[in-house]
Nanobody
Framework: QVQLVESGGGSVQTGGSLRLSCAVSGYGLSVYCMGWFRQAPGKEREEVAT???????TYADSVKGRFTISRDNAKNMLYLQMDNLKPEDTAMYYC?????????????????????WGQGTQVTVSS
């Protein structure tokens, strides 16, 4: 059974930092694409950053240079370091993993291609 549990959200002021964590149960984090996504009220869920099994990464243009995705395969953990936060970063943040046996690169994926999702952690940035 695959479970994802996010933590680390909170309320910060503009320019502050947070580090989100995603604990992933189940086998073989190292072989999977993993992603962070966010959804603000009234908006669609959007991709924030992805980490491939070869440690290559992608970022949404809106967070490039401010956010860093990383993983610790030995600990089955995914992280998102968020610096210089802005009010427009306010959202519920989710981590996600593809279905078992699907080892395709993150670069070929759409949001619908992720099977397992965490419950989310709220990030609120005030001006």
């Amino acid at each position: 059974q695959v479970q994802l549990v996010e933590s680390g959200g909170g309320s910060v002021q503009t320019g502050g930092s947070l580090r989100l964590s995603c604990a992933v149960s189940g086998y073989g984090l190292s072989v999977y694409c993993m992603g962070w996504f966010r959804q603000a009220p009234g908006k669609e869920r959007e991709e924030v950053a992805t980490s491939d099994s070869d440690f290559s990464t992608t970022y949404a243009d809106s967070v490039k240079g401010r956010f860093t995705i990383s993983r610790d395969n030995a600990k089955n953990m995914l992280y998102l370091q968020m610096d210089n936060l802005k009010p427009e970063d306010t959202a519920m943040y989710y981590c996600a993993r593809p279905p078992g046996g699907d080892y395709s690169s993150c670069r070929t994926r759409q949001l619908k291609d992720y099977r397992y999702w965490g419950q989310g952690t709220q990030v609120t940035v005030s001006s």
